[in-house]
């Protein structure tokens, strides 16, 4: 099992933020260390926001992504709604692919249609 300050994993983080780094432009990119893994946080800079979080545990091999909607409630404090997640993506290669997919809108369309009853996917 790989910690935080391992090499390894400082390594892995780096190699994703230079290749993320292409979305600087329309994403806040930032990265934090939790007690059981880490995580890189995604924030659209636009009229609709979306923040995307890829997390990798410690313990395993396998990436997850989630997407979330971001509204503002009555006190004007930041509220996330889950509206995509994809779990146990096996390699980087998946997951940049995966990523750059939902970037593009997979998560909005596929939110769209479990609302209107997939009528978008026909």
Do not use: C
Not at 8 to 17: A, P, R, T, V
Not at 92 to 99: D, G, R, T, Y
């Amino acid at each position: 099992m790989e910690y935080k300050f391992s090499p390894k994993i400082k390594k892995e983080i780096d190699g994703i933020l230079k290749e993320i780094s292409f979305w600087n432009e329309f994403f806040s990119i930032n990265f934090d260390f939790y007690f059981d893994g880490w995580a890189i946080f995604l924030k659209e800079k636009s009229l609709y926001p979306r923040s995307i979080v890829i997390f990798k545990s410690y313990t395993t091999n396998s990436y997850s992504i989630k997407s979330f909607e971001v509204h503002l409630n009555y006190s004007k404090k930041e509220e996330f709604e889950e509206i995509f997640s994809v779990e146990n993506i096996r390699n980087q290669n998946l997951l940049l692919k995966e990523l750059k997919e939902i970037i593009y809108g997979k998560d909005i369309l596929n939110n769209a249609s479990k609302i209107y009853k997939n009528r978008f996917l026909k």
